[in-house]
């Protein structure tokens, strides 16, 4: 059996108490910071200094989530503000293939990640130059949105062609995960869950990380 990782996502954390929050989820795999620009996406959330203050405080490694413009210029700034994995969009990226071996050599993981509609075969010949592929499975910008199951075929392509690397590379979904929807997800082949809502919505978000990585793995 696939082993299954859960992300919860500070989007949905009280932004006052970021530490706290963090805290709140220090038995999660790692925590999943959405950086936005207003540019990329229509939202704006936080930028390098306090991906860079949160990540001397977090109990857990930072997967950080770029939905940045202008990616080749700004993602490297964040491999070295210690972000354990950094992903970066592959509409923004003029050369992805060179931001990847940028992040790594500066000791980040690399992740491309791709909107709902963006296929994802023009960008297979690169899995080598990966550790995580990351299908959005809502349109980026905002939590809370419903899960698109559009996006199952895709996870399927996809898995198929990760194993066929022969490589561990992690394949991880955003936007929507719940107890359902992660069913369908890691049934499809993912085993990396990004979950906002579904864990900083209730009253204990550990326990709710806990039953999202019980059901995926179930
Ligand atoms: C949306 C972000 C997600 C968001 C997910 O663009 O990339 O990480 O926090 O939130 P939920 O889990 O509520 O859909
Ligand atoms: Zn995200």
Not at 192 to 206: L, M, Q
């Amino acid at each position: 059996m696939r082993s299954c990782r859960v992300h919860p996502s500070i989007l949905s954390a009280d932004f006052a108490n970021l530490e706290a929050e963090l805290h709140r989820i220090d038995t999660a795999d790692a925590v999943h910071v959405d950086v936005m620009d207003n540019h990329f996406v229509p939202n704006l959330t936080l930028g390098l200094p306090v991906v860079e203050r949160i990540g001397q405080v977090s109990p857990v490694p930072l997967d950080v989530h770029l939905m940045i413009s202008d990616v080749d210029r700004w993602a490297p700034g964040y491999a070295d503000a210690g972000a354990a994995s950094v992903t970066f969009h592959a509409e923004a990226s003029a050369a992805p293939v060179k931001l990847a071996r940028e992040l790594r050599a500066r000791g980040a993981k690399a992740s491309l990640a791709l909107r709902p509609a963006t296929p994802v075969e023009p960008y297979l010949d690169m899995l080598p130059e990966l550790d995580m592929l990351l299908l959005m499975t809502v349109e980026p910008g905002f939590g809370g949105q419903a899960f698109l199951d559009l996006v199952l075929p895709k996870i399927r392509r996809a898995r198929a062609a990760i194993d066929g690397t022969g490589l561990p590379i992690a394949l991880q979904v955003d936007g929507g995960i719940t107890r359902d929807t992660i069913l369908r997800a890691a049934e499809a082949g993912a085993d990396v869950f990004v979950a906002g809502s579904s864990v900083y919505g209730t009253e204990d978000p550990a326990a709710a990380v806990e039953t999202l990585r019980n059901v995926a793995q179930a």
